[in-house]
T-cell receptor, first 109, second 115 residues
Framework: QQPVQSPQAVILREGEDAVINCSSS?????VHWYRQKHGEAPVFLMI?????EQKGHEKISASFNEKKQQSSLYLTASQLSYSGTYFC??????????FGQGTELSVKP | NAGVTQTPKFQVLKTGQSMTLQCAQD?????MSWYRQDPGMGLRLIHY???????DQGEVPNGYNVSRSTTEDFPLRLLSAAPSQTSVYFC??????????????FGPGTRLLVL
């Protein structure tokens, strides 16, 4: 079952902050975040694991609430290069990585 | 390393035709997977493999077959193409068969149009 992302789309000015949320109805072992530019393949941003460990991008932060099966990606002081579609992916008991429907982020000058 | 490679980049098929989308990786990764991407639907898992000889179904497996005879290759077969299979297909691989702690590396994608 796909995780649910919100919002579906967001428009920012350079320097503004944004939060993208990801929610699952199933127990999770890890949450993955990827960014995709138009016409390109998704690129890894971050992994959040049960127990609090994180791996990933230096300039992007995220949280993982294991009890609520929710994760949030925090984009601060946004830059034009942050534009793209952000996907969260969740890994549950089956060991499969299932992605949400994506959040389209546009950063304007 | 070439990473994850996919061929062809673009393909047009007629309804009922069959074809194989190729995927290869040179990183000795255990885990490989196929996703399809449609507008507003995100990336949906078709099939995946945790090692040579082992495959399993994802969210949307109907109409697709896979096999994994080597660690490097993971082809996706469409037996009888339908217009509903028009999509962008991504292959991905990961070092960890458990996928919990390791990133997935995506190929450049194959754009498929079924008429």
């Amino acid at each position: 079952q796909q995780p649910v992302q919100s919002p579906q789309a967001v428009i920012l000015r350079e320097g503004e902050d944004a939060v993208i949320n990801c929610s699952s109805s199933k127990a999770l072992y890890s949450v993955h975040w990827y960014r995709q530019k138009h016409g390109e393949a998704p690129v890894f941003l971050m992994i959040l694991l049960k127990g609090g460990e994180q791996k990933g991008h230096e300039k992007i932060s995220a949280s993982f609430n294991e009890k609520k099966q929710q994760s949030s990606l925090y984009l601060t002081a946004s830059q034009l290069s942050y534009s793209g579609t952000y996907f969260c992916g969740t890994v549950g008991q089956g060991g499969k990585l299932i992605f949400g429907q994506g959040t389209e982020l546009s950063v304007k000058p | 390393n070439a990473g994850v490679t996919q061929t062809p980049k673009f393909q047009v098929l007629k309804t009922g035709q069959s074809m194989t989308l190729q995927c290869a990786q040179d990183m000795n990764h255990e885990y490989m997977s196929w996703y399809r991407q449609d507008p507003g639907m995100g990336l949906r898992l078709i099939h995946y493999s945790v090692g040579a000889g082992i495959t399993d179904q994802g969210e949307v497996p109907n109409g697709y077959n896979v096999s994994r005879s080597t660690t490097e290759d993971f082809p996706l077969r469409l037996l009888s193409a339908a217009p509903s299979q028009t999509s962008v297909y991504f292959c991905a691989s990961s070092r960890d068969r458990g996928l919990l702690r390791e990133t997935q590396y995506f190929g450049p994608g194959t754009r498929l149009l079924v008429l």
